[in-house]
């Protein structure tokens, strides 16, 4: 499990990524991504209330958290991410959301780069 310490929990920590962030995204997923100025990545997610009620909405945040978590090592140390699933009538299956989460890391690195 993700330690606390890599985790964005307030909400201005949500609005500084938001303000001063670029976006990517594929169709199941986008990408907030930001630097930040000590060297831990810090981790959020955000799910509209519109994607569904709050077993949906859980259950979307319970596969992303697994998801990233076990591609940790991945992520670029000096940027704070915020993943935010796309509304969509069927969402996406966890293979699917994992080919998601891959393919956007792989363009941060390259944004870096």
Known sequence: M???QYRLRKNYQ???VYKHGKAISDKNLVLVF???KNNKPK???SISKKFGKAVKRNKMRRRLKEIVNKRFG????KYNYIFLP???E???TFAQLEKSVDYL???VKKEQA
């Not at 991945?74 to 140390?77: F, S």
Request: proline fraction near 4%.
């Open 105 to 107: 890391l792989e363009k």
């Open 43 to 45: 981790i959020g997610f």
């Open 34 to 36: 930001c630097q930040n």
């Open 86 to 88: 796309r509304i969509k």
């Open 90 to 92: 069927e969402p996406a």
């Open 14 to 16: 949500f609005n500084y």
């Open 74 to 77: 991945l992520l670029e140390r």
């Open 2 to 4: 993700m330690e606390k």
